[in-house]
């Protein structure tokens, strides 16, 4: 009973996370959206602009399909990691040191992505094709950054730009402020996080983009347009391998698949000790019933009542109870911490969790007794005395 206690706690406390999981909003709107990787091989479209037409031609052809509400691409889509850090000098911000330099994830965005995803806009405008090379540049920010360097006021309007003191990149202005998606899966913390549209080519990190992820929202089953989504990327390039093309709800499912794996095993493995526990009681309540069927039978035939002797018997049951949660709590609370890493918005010592496993264990040793407790009070006290 200790034993299953311990694994039925742990596997409360992770069922608990992965609802907890489930119940997080990603930041954008999951359902009707289809997720296509472009892959560019390094030895062509070397030059920016080639890139930026490519990409951005992809969408717009995406975006007059039958059935398609809007289009976009990024380069790095959420629940699946973020973008590698950038510096980032604040042009209203005093530097101190290189080590106080603002960091985020740096990603590029076809105009359209944040419609596609249905990210809120909190403050600001989105990106749109006007935004290009012989525009001022621009940036839009999530609302992580927004409220670590400006927590009271605005941030549009503000002047932003990649790189440290000795950078070559130009300021930009931030147009708009977005709401935190979360990148790397449900249960990370959201990250400050920089955006940068496709159609500035000339001045953005193009070195190591060789892939984009085209996100399509349509108005029925997204995958009923995959084949022809496929064909409209290809238009550009036939050679060039367009794969995983997939409904974002697989992302969000393939995001917590460590985390459900886990508590599957878990939960196995609690249910394997908790039938255990189960039979042990029976098998020990029904032993000792037979040894003391003498001893019944003699308080029986002296008056006692079936009440009385059910009593005997529940007493022992609530002893070896009460002794294997005690035992049980104190390993399940020390065994927990090695879980905490696991655990999303609850903690290793959660009073509902521990408490509900204690009455679950009580309720499955008080089960496992009723047989037992039923042949007790049955007993015929002078059928029992003549076989004795």
């Not at 193009?206 to 990327?233: C, S």
Request: net charge positive.
């Amino acid at each position: 009973m200790a034993i299953a206690l311990v694994l039925v706690t742990a596997t409360g406390l992770m069922v608990l996370s992965m609802v907890n999981v489930i119940n997080v909003e990603p930041g954008f709107r999951v359902g009707h959206l289809l997720a296509l990787d472009l892959f560019i091989p390094p030895t062509k479209y070397a030059g920016a602009s080639e890139k930026s037409v490519l990409f951005t031609q992809a969408v717009q052809r995406l975006r007059d399909l039958p059935g398609v509400r809007s289009a976009g691409a990024a380069l790095c889509p959420p629940l699946v990691g973020v973008c590698s850090d950038s510096s980032f000098m604040l042009a209203d911000h005093a530097l101190k040191s290189v080590v106080d330099l603002p960091t985020a994830a740096s990603n590029i965005v076809v105009p359209g992505y944040f419609e596609a995803m249905q990210v809120p806009l909190l403050q600001g405008r989105f990106f749109t094709e006007l935004d290009n090379e012989r525009s001022r540049l621009v940036a839009i920010i999530n609302q992580s950054f927004a409220q670590r360097y400006w927590p009271t006021g605005s941030a549009v309007g503000k002047l932003i730009r990649e790189g440290g003191p000795q950078g070559g990149q130009p300021y930009r202005e931030i147009i708009g402020v977005v709401a935190d998606v979360k990148q790397s899966g449900l249960d990370s913390d959201p990250r400050p996080e920089v955006f940068l549209p496709v159609t500035q080519f000339p001045f953005a990190p193009w070195n190591a983009l060789q892939a984009m992820t085209f996100v399509v929202r349509t108005e029925g089953n997204p995958m009923g347009i995959a084949d022809r989504a496929k064909n409209e990327i290809h238009l550009s390039d036939k050679d060039l391998p367009v794969t995983a093309v997939r409904p974002m709800t697989q992302y969000m499912s393939e995001s917590i698949g460590r985390r459900r794996f886990a508590t599957l095993l878990l939960a196995l493995f609690a249910a394997l000790a908790l039938m255990l526990s189960a039979v042990g009681t029976y098998g020990v309540m029904a032993y000792s019933v037979s040894q003391r069927r003498r001893e019944i039978s003699l308080r029986m035939a002296l008056g006692a009542t079936a009440a009385s002797i059910r009593a005997v018997v529940l007493r022992e049951v609530l002893l070896l109870a009460f002794l294997g949660i005690g035992i049980g709590s104190v390993g399940a609370l020390v065994s927990t911490r090695w879980l905490a890493s696991l655990l999303f918005g609850v903690r290793t010592t959660d009073p509902l969790i521990f408490g509900s496993v204690a009455a679950l264990l009580l309720f499955v040793a008080l089960l496992a007794s009723y047989v037992p407790v039923r042949r007790a009070v049955a007993v015929d006290p002078a059928t029992a005395l003549r076989a004795e």
